[in-house]
């Protein structure tokens, strides 16, 4: 299944999928509002309607709450969303308004609300934004402008952009992501067909493109990608040809290299468990489950999950625990959840799944782009 950028675009924009626990508790029940005494709490950015779903996490079962006060209202509609490793802060890319938002994230509830600073302007179309496993850094794609931009985090959430900031990218960064050791950056470049790689400055977060930087996918118009967590392997999920890319990463100098590709019915979304034995990839329809060879990196396709009927998987995300998958139907404004299991990484619906964004069902689309899950 193939579309043109504009319906790409519309349809899925760049989906993202933030995962937050605060310590102890235990899960959330099946009901709407009230609170929630979850580990974990995913949000969701609604970029049509301006505004950010906000639930619960039963991380024993996958069973999602809204809480008390979802939605939230964006300080701007933001296309993609991203927490803090710590689950402190909340910060959101708004592709109409060429910035970037920030959030204070209540520990005990889970709710969002806007902080007194910013907004931050830095490039244009921020379609991407990622915070590094360290917690110093927030970085966005820059559609608009071909580039990525770096902001430093103070103790109170307020961002400062870095030195040098923002940094040329390809032609149309769509995605962006840090390895877990916050050593460099990885930028799909959807127009240019490549991926862009970084070294990230442990003190300033200056980047600085390695040497052969941008390096070529199989296919075209990656849009998505994903590190195993030993950071070995780069994943690239390449909409138009439906394919993902296999990248081996030097670790020494960040360089990619070019190892193979698999090949199904849809590319939009990747993501990986925390074992790294297990990838998922949101085919537009279904999510697709495939194993890792953790020598090589070679994926093996194990079949698609079972999704409700009418469903489209267009956004893919795990929790921390590597126990869930988070699937965005940008259509039937829902998430799927799914419980992997632990003996061959399928997945099972959890019971309650489509869980929707609002309740009562909205009357027009809400335009979901992003989802992001507080640890």
Not at 223 to 228: H, I, K, W
Request: glycine letters at 12%.
């Amino acid at each position: 299944m193939k579309f043109s950028c504009k319906a790409r675009k519309a349809l899925t924009a760049l989906l993202v999928i933030v995962l937050t626990s605060c310590g102890g508790g235990g899960g959330s029940g099946g009901g709407g509002g009230g609170g929630s005494s979850a580990a974990e709490f995913l949000y969701v950015s609604n970029f049509s309607a301006g505004n950010i779903s906000m639930f619960g996490v039963n991380d024993s079962t996958g069973t999602l709450s809204l809480l008390a006060e979802s939605p939230v209202a964006a300080t701007a509609p933001a296309y993609s969303i991203a927490t803090d490793p710590v689950g402190t802060f909340a910060y959101g890319a708004s592709s109409v308004g060429n910035q970037v938002n920030a959030y204070a994230i209540d520990a005990s509830t889970g709710e969002l609300s806007a902080l007194s600073y910013g907004p931050y302007f830095s490039g244009l179309g921020q379609v991407a934004i990622t915070v590094d496993p360290a917690g110093k850094w927030v970085l966005t794609a820059n559609q608009g402008s071909n580039n990525v931009s770096v902001f430093a985090i103070a103790s109170s959430g307020a961002l400062t952009e870095v030195p040098g900031s923002p940094f040329d990218a390809g032609t149309t960064p769509w995605a962006i992501t840090v390895d877990a050791k916050s050593q460099y950056a990885f930028v799909a470049n959807a127009g240019s067909n490549n991926v862009s790689v970084f070294t990230v400055n442990a003190s300033t977060g200056v980047l600085t493109p390695v040497a052969g930087s941008p390096f070529a996918t199989t296919g075209a118009h990656p849009q998505s990608l994903a590190v195993d967590p030993a950071g070995n392997f780069l994943y690239s999920a390449d909409f138009s040809a439906s394919d993902v890319s296999i990248f081996a990463i030097d670790a020494t100098t960040g360089a990619l290299k070019l190892i193979g590709s698999a090949q199904h019915q849809g590319a939009w979304s990747i993501a990986i468990e925390s074992t790294g034995h297990y990838a998922y990839v949101a085919t537009g329809l279904s999510v697709e489950v495939y194993g890792i060879d953790s020598s090589t990196g070679a994926l093996t396709d194990f079949g698609a999950a079972p999704a409700p009927a009418n469903s489209r998987a267009v956004f893919v995300a795990t929790n921390l625990a590597g126990t869930l998958v988070f699937a965005l139907d940008n259509t039937g404004n829902a998430v799927n959840v799914y419980n992997i299991s632990g003996t061959n990484g399928s997945l099972s619906l959890a019971s309650g799944s489509p869980f929707g964004l609002e309740s009562p069902p909205p009357a027009l689309g809400l335009g979901p782009t992003s989802l992001a899950v507080w640890h």
